[in-house]
């Protein structure tokens, strides 16, 4: 069965810095990698997501990732981060034309 | 951007009594899924729905969870006798066609069921 680790379970950065949330997945096959954003009390909006081709894929507000498949990895970047971008971040991978599954969130916190 | 929409978007309810939440996928969308986020933890599948069936559950969704499309554009979930720990945030949401056709699947914004 598929599963998503995010071994950061919160990260504190300050304003302009680089972000880079990390995800591991693991799957048998070529697995479909999600990131999904969700800010306090709002539903999950979709930042990005891989399912074959160029391994560098850009997403809404800034972000990218990058699928490693020698490592299982799809991390998620940001060069430099807004107040905005506090919230939880969620990777998720899909195997089936049905489900996802997520990784346990990684809170950001960003100080001024 | 269209956009899933549930209702209500937070709901009390006591333990033992039925509760229905109810979401309007995206109008031309074929798939529909049920998620739920307990407080502090991950989001977790439940269901999924195609055809008018339900495609795939997980353990989670026992004989006191279903689902329903009872028109053209409402998906509900109903719980039939709430337990304290069916309080979570439930996502509703839907795709095109299915994931691995490279579609996005969208999510709504979420009800969240207290039970008491």
């Known amino acids: 069965a598929q599963s998503v680790t995010q071994p950061d379970i919160h990260i504190t950065v300050s304003e302009g810095a680089s972000l880079e949330l990390r995800c591991n997945y693991s799957y048998g096959a070529t697995p479909y990698l999600f990131w999904y954003v969700q800010s306090p009390g709002q539903g999950l909006q979709l930042l990005l997501k891989?399912?074959?081709?160029?391994?560098l894929v850009q997403g809404i507000k800034g972000f990218e990732a990058e699928f490693k498949r020698s490592q299982s990895s799809f991390n998620l970047r940001k060069p430099s981060v807004h107040w905005s971008d506090a919230a939880e971040y969620f990777c998720?991978?899909?195997?089936?034309?049905?489900?996802?599954?997520f990784g346990a969130g990684t809170t950001v916190t960003v100080r001024a | 951007e269209p956009e899933v929409t549930q209702t209500p978007s937070h709901q009390v309810t006591q333990m033992g009594q039925e509760v229905i939440l109810r979401c309007v996928p995206i109008?031309?969308?074929?798939?529909f899924y049920w998620y739920r986020q307990i407080l502090g933890q991950k989001v977790e599948f439940l269901v999924s729905f195609y055809n008018n069936e339900i495609s795939e559950k997980s353990e989670i969704f026992d004989d006191q969870f279903s689902v329903e499309r009872p028109d053209g554009s409402n998906f509900t979930l109903k719980i039939r006798s709430t337990k304290l720990e069916d309080s979570a945030m439930y996502f509703c949401a839907s795709t095109m066609e299915g994931l691995l056709g490279g579609n996005t699947i969208y999510f709504g914004e979420g009800s969240w069921l207290t039970v008491v």
């Open positions: 891989y399912f074959s081709g160029d391994t």
């Open positions: 109008s031309n969308h074929l798939y």
């Open positions: 998720a991978v899909g195997s089936n034309d049905y489900k996802l599954s």
